[in-house]
């Protein structure tokens, strides 16, 4: 343990960690993701948390906006150690919160550019994104900076939703219709994209159609209780297998019963559970970039909501962690962060 900014943290070899809770109360300390330093508080960075207040793009309930603060608030009780998948995610890597970008409020195009302007900025600083949202239409400029650098990637989606539908009233950019415009860009691999967790009514079964014509195949909530975590596990890997894969994740996914804060519920989703469990597994993968989008702090009592998406932040960074060839790293007292600084 050492002092930064005049807070103990934790620290370890390769990393500036949290605030050590053992000193100072949860309730209290900074406000950033988890407690981890700020990104002008290291040099180094591995990972980056962003947020993206934005939800001009939605088509029913809004609020997303409010949904990087309220997970960060969430965040407060994760700890070092994640036993589950037996990696310590911000010893092995320098994870830290970088703040929010601002994006336009009043007009979705101009939100799309500076969205995509900020990721890229600070894709020049972090090798890796985990971004909160916001809405789900932040994963187009997200895809278009990860692609930039990364060429297509593979996109593992989880949502209630296809998310690959055309126009919503005229409009080309919404929440519905981000995944489309992305496989129109060629930003994605469409031989190894997926939905994991759609379900509910659709217009008709050309939104199927359509939706296997821009590259994704479909792992639906139903089939959840006959092949089981494992079994989708296996889709996903026998799916994007070697490629780079960014993880977009819509707690919408989840069952309202899991996840009641968020724009468009849908009955008969994943439990949590089910959901971190998939997540873990996706450790080994060649994981370049995720987000966590949708929750809507209105509707979330007891911060059910904003609890289950800190923890999917969290099985994230423990994947890409483990994907880094990085477990679990003693922490200890021989570099101070202003050494690692």
């Known amino acids: 343990m050492s002092e930064s900014g005049g807070l103990p943290r934790i620290v370890s070899e390769r990393a500036v ?3 050590d809770a053992t000193v100072v109360p949860r309730f209290a300390g900074p406000t950033t993701f988890a407690r981890l330093p700020r990104i002008d508080e ?3 960075v591995d990972v980056a948390v962003i947020g993206v207040p934005f939800d001009a793009g939605v088509s029913y309930r809004p609020g997303a906006r409010f949904g990087p603060a309220h997970v960060r608030e969430s965040s407060r009780l994760l700890r070092p150690y994640n036993p589950a998948a037996d990696v310590e995610p911000f010893a092995a890597q320098q994870v ?3 703040g929010d970008v601002a994006a336009n409020p009043f007009s979705i195009e101009d939100g799309i550019s500076q969205i995509q302007a900020g990721a890229q900025a600070m ?3 972090a090798g890796r994104l ?3 949202g916001g809405d789900h239409t932040i994963a187009l400029p997200l895809l278009r900076a990860i692609a930039a650098r990364q060429g297509p990637v593979a996109v593992v989606h989880f949502d209630a939703h296809l998310d690959t539908w055309d126009t919503y009233f005229g409009a080309a950019y919404t929440h519905g219709t981000p995944f489309r415009r992305a496989s129109e860009e060629g930003l994605i691999d469409r031989s190894g994209c997926m939905h994991v967790g759609t379900r509910g009514p659709l217009y008709s079964t050309q939104d199927l159609t359509d939706d296997a014509e821009l590259g994704f195949q479909i792992v639906p909530s ?3 209780d006959d092949i089981g975590v494992g079994g989708v596990l296996e889709r996903i890997r026998d799916r994007v297998q070697e490629r780079p894969v960014y993880v977009s994740i819509d707690i919408d996914v989840l069952d309202p019963a899991f996840a009641p804060g968020t724009g468009t519920p849908e ?5 949590s559970r089910e959901l971190l469990a998939v997540l873990r597994g996706l450790g080994g993968l060649n994981l370049v970039g995720a987000d966590v989008v949708e929750v809507a702090p209105v509707y979330d009592h007891a911060e059910i909501t904003g609890i289950a998406a800190s923890h999917v932040v969290y099985e994230l960074l423990s994947a890409m ?3 880094s060839g990085r477990g679990t790293t003693e922490t200890g007292t021989d570099q101070t962060p202003e050494e690692r600084a």
């Open 222 to 224: 139903v089939e959840m």
């Open 130 to 132: 985990v971004t909160i």
């Open 321 to 323: 962690a483990r994907s």
């Open 123 to 125: 894709l020049e600083r």
């Open 17 to 19: 960690g949290q605030v």
């Open 42 to 44: 290291v040099s180094d």
């Open 267 to 271: 009955a008969g989703g994943m439990t």
């Open 96 to 98: 830290v919160d970088a």
